[in-house]
Structures are given as C-alpha cells and as structure tokens.
C-alpha cells in the first residue's frame, strides 16, 4: 500500500495543530518548533510555520461553484463522508463550498465540500456512492 505525503504552510503550530487534530480527528507525528507531522486518513502531511505562504488560492469554475485552485483533500466512503460534513456543519466549520452532490446523473457523480483551515489552506473532502466512478470521464 502507498501513501502520499504533502507539505504546506501554515501560520501557527498550535491553531493547526486544534484545526486538524481536535476537529477532524488526525493524530501527530513527529514534530519540531516550526513544523508538525499529521496522520490524516493515513497519509502524512507535514505543516510548516511559514506565514508569508498562507491564504486562499484563487479559483476556477466547476459546476457552477468557485473550487480553490490549490486545494488537497480526501476521498471517504458515503457514510463517512456524511459523518464528516456532519461534525464540521455541527462546529461552524469555515466552509467554502457547503455539502452537496456534483455531477449529479453524469459519470463520476459524487459528495464534495470544501473547508479552509486556520491558515487559510483549502481542503476537499469528496465521496462517490461508486467508488469504480473515481477516475470515470
């Protein structure tokens, strides 16, 4: 099994660390003064205190919504997902795109939100009812 790591910029360890640990549940690994290792989903991402790289990327057009060009995210199970968008709908969670169903009726129809964490990083949780339907064109 394969997993990816990414590194980003954020603007202060303590706030990512509540951000990504406290409300989406990711665990720490290592970490130092100016970066933290975090578990999320099982896939390493690596925040580094570097606060002039911060804030929202600018956007493009799908579906009739403006998705952040720069953005990482996750692809949970339906269910999951749900769960998910629950919890962060419950912690007036800072959505950019709230919950929905894109492509609804076309190849690769799914569940997708867009939260930004403290730093201003936008993330992508997605699902698809069809999983096969990930890389459908």
Known sequence: MYSFHLAFAVNDIEETRTFYVDLLGCHVGREAEKWIDLNFYGHQISAHVKPEETGLASGNTVDGKTVPTRHFG?????????????????????????????????????????????????????????MTQVFAT
Do not use: C, H, M
């Open 74 to 130: 996750i692809i949970l199970g339906w269910d999951e997902w749900r769960a998910v968008a629950d919890k962060l709908i419950a912690a007036d969670a800072n959505f950019i795109i709230e919950p929905y169903l894109r492509f609804e009726g076309e190849a690769g129809e799914q569940g997708t939100f867009f939260i930004t964490d403290p730093s201003g990083n936008a993330l992508e949780f997605k699902t698809f009812k069809d």
